[in-house]
C-alpha cells in the first residue's frame, strides 16, 4: 500500500482559487487510476478529476472548466488547481490511486457514489470550505 500525502486545503470566498497537491511515496506502479475525490459532510464520496492508466484526464461534470488536473512528470504527485470555488464544493478531498483500467477510471470519477473499497491507496484528506 502506497501512502499518499495531502496538502493545500483551506477556506475561501465564492469565486476565489485554491491548490490542491497530492505526493505519493515509494511510488513503484506504473499506470494506473490517479486523482481526486471529494466527501461533503452527509454526503457519499464523490469523484472529481483524474488521470486514467493510459494518461487520458477525467473530470465529473460539477467541475469541468473550474477545475484543472495536472502532474509532475515522473508520475509520482498530482495536483488540482480549483477556480471559482463555489459553497458546494465545500468538502473533504482525498487524493486517491490504484491500478484501474481506463473504463473502470472513467467510472469512479463519473459516479456519484465511490466506496471506499474502490482504491487501495487513499490519502488522508484536506479540507476546502468555501462561504458564500
Known amino acids: 500500500q502506497e501512502q499518499l500525502t495531502e496538502s493545500g486545503g483551506g477556506s475561501v470566498q465564492a469565486g476565489g482559487s485554491l491548490r490542491l497537491s497530492c505526493a505519493a511515496s515509494d511510488w513503484t506502479y506504473g499506470s494506473f487510476c490517479m486523482g481526486w475525490w471529494r466527501q461533503a459532510p452527509g454526503k457519499e464520496r464523490e469523484g472529481v478529476a483524474a488521470f486514467d492508466s493510459d494518461g487520458r484526464i477525467i473530470y465529473s461534470d460539477s467541475v469541468k472548466g473550474r477545475f484543472t488536473i495536472s502532474r509532475n512528470k515522473g508520475k509520482t504527485a498530482v495536483y488540482l488547481q480549483m477556480d471559482n470555488l463555489q459553497p458546494e464544493d465545500t468538502a473533504t478531498y482525498y487524493c486517491?490511486?490504484?491500478?484501474?483500467?481506463?473504463?473502470?477510471?472513467?467510472?469512479?470519477?463519473?459516479?456519484?457514489?465511490?466506496?471506499?473499497?474502490?482504491?487501495?491507496?487513499w490519502g488522508q484528506g484536506t479540507q476546502v470550505t468555501v462561504s458564500s
Open positions: 486517491a490511486a490504484d491500478y484501474h483500467t481506463s473504463q473502470v477510471c472513467f467510472f469512479a470519477v463519473a459516479s456519484p457514489v465511490v466506496q471506499v473499497g474502490f482504491f487501495n491507496n
